[in-house]
């Protein structure tokens, strides 16, 4: 198999019986011996395990079975702040507790369930809070592209571990931008759902975070969100349910659309020139495919948003059983005690004031347009390094993490669906994201348009030099 093949390419290829399921483990596994010491994406492994599961799978597959779900033998990897029964979940952090899990998450439940060997587990920021990967624990992941640069976070080990061939696709979650920015990053696509579209037992950050994945093509994200987005009847909340299976909308014509491209951030923070550069080309491939593209000079952002935010994922690390607070990193240290000087009062405040505003930003879509085309984020990946300014003012976000993050975190607020696409290289040679947007629950319509997008400018034989 081709290292960098595709989760539904490495699917079909098993169905077909050209390779078995643990020969494509143990080709998976021989690259994590290759390059995961350099990259550090992966920290915890199962291998025993994950073979002795791929030969069950294999032994049926050679006995004729054809009632075999749609990723059969397909290993991956599951991010280390989301709970797998009998696996340890760390958070990335020294003060974890130790011992395993004694349960799994609803989108662990539903890999399996589609045929997925879940092998080893990948690194990530103490419990998410920051964009890049990096953490006391274990040490900083590396971007396959430079490892001297960040393959962005909190879903960062699974970025690196899918841009430099390790797995066709892992598991990740986004809270603030977490699977869009390791995606433009590393060069990949990443898909953030609607609310309530993949649910999870308690829902992180009230909602405003969800688990997803990162894969190479808009063709993966829309049969991963078919896997993952099985409806849930003791949920608060749930997406509707799509008029057609989302695999089925790449390739279907999403309609004269009008697009709006906005490279403003709300924050201030300065917008590299490739970003601009990146959302710019993206506008003339939308209006070569017959799109109305004109700007938006402004973000749909209100930066007075981000203190209502910081309340919400701040309040989130009591979410966290068992935790040895003496042993945390500094910046959640912070955040803890910051939570505790929030009474319920302001909180509810916040929540409502964080409803209000997503009111004002989602009308605009249907309204003003249907499309919004940012750049992921505001700059190329920063230099492996950004903890220690974290650490040294941990009651501030430092400015790569707005920089980071300042053009994702809105559509946490607000739910929407988004995808990052690589449609960009820099001059450097490091990939830069462009996100797309649309209204709520429009996955369908977002598929459509990121395949267009890949069709106009494929990215899929762009891969970082690796051994």
């Not at 395993?100 to 045929?115: I, L, P, Q, T």
């Not at 590396?142 to 960062?156: A, I, L, M, V």
């Not at 953030?192 to 969800?210: C, F, Y």
């Amino acid at each position: 198999m081709n290292d960098f093949a595709s989760a539904l390419d490495t699917a079909a290829a098993i169905r077909r019986k050209d390779v078995s399921p643990l020969e494509v483990l143990d080709a998976s596994l021989d690259r994590v011996d290759k390059r995961n010491p350099e990259l550090n994406a992966v920290i915890w492994r199962n291998d025993d395990e994950a073979r002795a599961e791929a030969r069950v799978l294999g032994e049926r597959i050679a006995a004729g079975a054809d009632d075999l779900p749609p990723f059969a033998g397909v290993p991956i990897p599951i991010k280390d702040l989301t709970p797998v029964e009998g696996q340890p979940v760390t958070y990335g952090s020294l003060g974890a507790p130790d011992g395993v899990s004694d349960h799994s998450e609803r989108v662990v439940d539903a890999y399996r369930r589609a045929g997925f060997i879940l092998t080893g587990r990948t690194n990530t920021p103490e419990f998410g809070s920051i964009t890049v990967t990096e953490n006391l624990r274990y040490g900083p992941t590396r971007n396959p592209w430079n490892p001297e640069h960040t393959p962005g976070g909190s879903s960062g080990g699974a970025g690196a571990a899918v841009a430099s061939g390790m797995f066709s696709v892992a598991h990740a979650s986004d809270g603030g931008g977490s699977i869009r920015i390791p995606a433009s990053c590393c060069g990949l696509v990443g898909l953030k759902p609607s609310r309530g579209r993949v649910t999870s037992v308690i829902p992180g950050w009230q909602g405003m975070s969800t688990e997803g994945a990162l894969c190479r093509t808009v063709a993966d994200a829309a049969a991963l969100l078919d896997a993952m987005s099985t409806p849930d009847h003791n949920a608060w909340w749930n997406a509707p349910s799509p008029a057609a299976p989302f695999a089925t909308e790449p390739g279907k014509d999403p309609g004269r659309l009008r697009v709006v491209l906005n490279t403003v951030s709300a924050f201030g923070v300065p917008v590299d020139e490739e970003a601009v550069a990146a959302v710019e080309a993206t506008g003339r491939l939308l209006e070569a495919a017959g799109h109305q593209v004109e700007r938006l000079d402004a973000d749909v952002f209100d930066a007075a948003a981000l203190g209502p935010f910081l309340h919400v994922v701040n309040g989130g690390l009591a979410e966290h059983e068992g935790i040895d607070w003496a042993k945390v990193e500094p910046h959640n240290r912070a955040a803890y005690a910051a939570a505790q000087e929030v009474d319920s009062l302001t909180f509810t405040r916040d929540l409502g004031e964080l409803h209000r505003m997503t009111r004002q930003i989602v009308a605009r879509w249907g309204d003003e347009f249907d499309l919004l085309v940012t750049p992921t984020m505001a700059i190329e990946p920063p230099p492996v390094g950004v903890l220690k300014a974290v650490h040294d003012a941990p009651e501030l976000p430092p400015i790569e993490v707005l920089s980071m993050a300042g053009f994702t975190v809105v559509f946490n607020i607000t739910g929407q669906p988004a995808i990052s696409l690589p449609l960009h290289t820099a001059a450097s040679g490091l990939p830069v994201g462009v996100q797309l947007v649309v209204g709520p629950w429009e996955e369908g319509l977002l598929l459509r348009v990121a395949a267009q997008l890949e069709a106009a400018a494929p990215w899929s034989d762009r891969h970082p030099p690796v051994s």
